[in-house]
């Protein structure tokens, strides 16, 4: 039985249209049509696509927070209807709250989640594991960006969820904080052997970390492959950029990625 | 962290100075009756605080002031926090509310001499009603405005109803509920002077009144400084309230 069973899974919007006053037209957009996949436990999977596919729409219908028109998402086969305590999720835009330290942010979720054990405890635990020791008393606005999504990353791990959805969590992070940024997410997931599901744009940072890839087609999303990453774990990120199958494989997804991209364009999206 | 702007001091100084200066150039044009140069209002205050009259005054206006605006905080944050919440209220409430914000709140003496006479009690509802719906209108647009993503977090983390409320919607709304209280003190002051003047004298705008009547203009412009002090005086107390409290937002 796979960890995260996706069946059958779609979803539209309606998006309203203002047309002269009062006057409004609702058109219906499809987003995700009939995706279904699955998740080994403590396998690393990317979602990509090119931009503006559903790819945050899934993860967040994974989360729980976004229903599905059709079909569904289970968990240790167990069907999800909203946010999960096997789950966490780490947002693009961090999303951590401004007038609390780095400390109570992280606290937050273990409140949340009713952790009986030590909260201090925990809260120490993570906060040494991502790096962050010495800043628990730091606000956000004091930290750089990468600083502020290692308080993300250790605010989900701290609860210890089974699964941990990034929606691109280093997305808006500067290259070279990108780079360490991922070396220790692929440190953490080595050693923590979570499940992490992982929506990027960037293809390279899709090869370094996972282990399944999954592409995206344009609106509205469907599934156009799966591709096994057959690269050796632990990795050294830097080596594995210089060798052959890194190199194939990057020409491989970049080539399906086009692929859609001029699909879009040829639509006029 | 960067510190806060220093005061420019000596600007203020300079500024107060030429104020003074000025002031003195108009009135050694004029009589005194109709404006008294700043040595002969300062002139007057032995009196008026020998006699225990402007401390008096003044006691009694920051009363009135206070328990007035206490009550407006007291009433707006929470009812601003209950409407803010709960979509339904929002568009039951939104022609009241947005009535007795906009509409002179002096109207509304004469019928509140009628139902509650012309004592402390009445000049204090007066102040209430001229601050509560400042406060109450930003606390609501606080709640309202509080970044749905952050909400959506918590979501996710599995927060409760209350826990977002009481951890992101509250604190989010702090800085719009500290500029609600400081538009509240600009109107509260203006009320408790007005009251003074219109129920039952008392206090600093009783004097003015009384002193304005004898044309005693020296001792008239001593309770008119009192008043300005007080204003300025609150108005940097809350700034450095709202700098304090919102001190995340400058980032």
Same mark, same amino acid.
């Given at each position: 039985m796979y960890k995260i069973q996706v069946d059958h899974l779609s979803k539209s919007f309606n998006s309203i249209k203002k047309k002269g006053v009062g006057r409004q037209v609702v058109s219906t957009m499809a987003a995700i049509d009939?995706?279904?996949?699955?998740?080994?436990?403590?396998?690393?999977?990317?979602?990509?696509?090119?931009?503006?596919?559903?790819?945050?729409?899934?993860?967040?219908?994974?989360?729980?927070?976004?229903?599905?028109?059709?079909?569904?998402?289970?968990?240790?086969?167990?069907?999800?209807?909203?946010?999960?305590?096997?789950?966490c999720m780490v947002f693009q835009d961090i999303l951590l709250l401004p007038w609390k330290t780095v400390r109570a942010n992280i606290e937050l979720g273990l409140r949340y989640r009713n952790h009986s054990n030590d909260i201090a405890a925990a809260v120490d635990r993570y906060i040494d594991l991502v790096g962050l020791k010495g800043f628990e008393s730091y606000y956000p606005h004091q930290l750089s960006g990468g600083m502020q999504q290692r308080v993300g990353l250790a605010r989900a791990l701290a609860v210890e969820p089974e699964v941990l959805l990034m929606d691109e969590p280093f997305g808006s992070l500067d290259a070279q904080t990108r780079y360490i940024m991922q070396r220790e997410l692929a440190a953490i997931h080595s050693k923590l052997r979570r499940t992490i599901v992982f929506v990027t744009h960037d293809l390279e940072e899709a090869i370094l970390l996972s282990d399944k890839?999954?592409?995206?087609?344009?609106?509205?999303?469907?599934?156009?492959?799966?591709?096994?990453?057959?690269?050796?774990?632990?990795?050294?990120?830097?080596?594995?950029?210089s060798s052959s199958v890194f190199a194939e494989l990057r020409k491989k997804l970049w080539?399906?990625?086009?692929?859609?991209?001029?699909?879009?364009k040829a639509v006029g999206g | 962290m960067a510190g806060m702007a220093r005061e420019p001091v000596v600007l203020y100084i300079i500024s107060v100075v030429v104020f003074l200066a000025v002031w003195q150039a108009v009135s050694m044009s004029t009589t005194p009756l109709f404006l008294p140069s700043p040595g002969e209002v300062a002139a007057a205050v032995p009196s008026l605080v020998g006699s225990g009259a402007l401390t008096d005054a003044t006691l009694s206006t920051l009363y009135v002031f206070l328990a007035g605006l206490a009550l407006g905080v007291a009433a707006g944050v929470p009812l601003g926090i209950v409407l803010g919440r709960f979509q339904v209220l929002n568009g039951v409430t939104? !022609?009241? @509310?947005?009535?007795?914000?906009?509409m002179p709140f002096v109207a509304l003496i004469p019928l509140l001499v009628i139902w509650t006479g012309l004592g402390v009690e009445t000049k204090a509802i007066i102040v209430f009603i001229a601050s509560v719906f400042p406060i109450l209108i930003n606390t609501q647009a606080g709640i309202q405005q509080t970044n749905h993503r952050l909400l959506e977090m918590a979501t996710s983390f599995g927060a409760t109803e209350q826990q977002k409320l009481m951890d992101i919607s509250i604190p989010f709304s702090v800085p719009?509920?500290?500029?609600?209280?400081? !538009?509240? @003190?600009?109107?509260?002051?203006?009320?408790?002077?007005?009251?003074e003047l219109t129920t039952s004298i008392s206090g600093l705008g009783g004097l003015l009144s009384y002193y304005g009547n004898e044309f005693a203009t020296a001792k008239m412009m001593v309770p008119l400084v009192m008043v300005a002090f007080i204003s300025l005086a609150l108005t940097y107390a809350v700034k450095k309230m709202e700098e304090r409290l919102g001190r995340w937002r400058l980032t």
């Open positions: 009939d995706v279904t996949f699955g998740v080994e436990a403590t396998e690393f999977l990317s979602i990509v696509g090119p931009s503006g596919c559903g790819k945050t729409t899934l993860l967040r219908m994974v989360a729980g927070l976004e229903k599905p028109d059709r079909g569904e998402v289970r968990i240790d086969g167990e069907r999800i209807s909203g946010p999960s305590p096997k789950l890839i999954l592409m995206l087609t344009g609106r509205p999303s469907r599934i156009k492959e799966m591709i096994q990453v057959r690269l050796r774990r632990p990795r050294d990120l830097y080596d594995v950029k080539n399906s990625l086009e692929e859609e991209i001029l699909k879009v | 939104y !022609i009241p @509310v947005t009535t007795f914000y906009s719009y509920i500290m500029s609600g209280i400081r !538009i509240a @003190v600009g109107r509260a002051i203006v009320a408790a002077i007005v009251a």
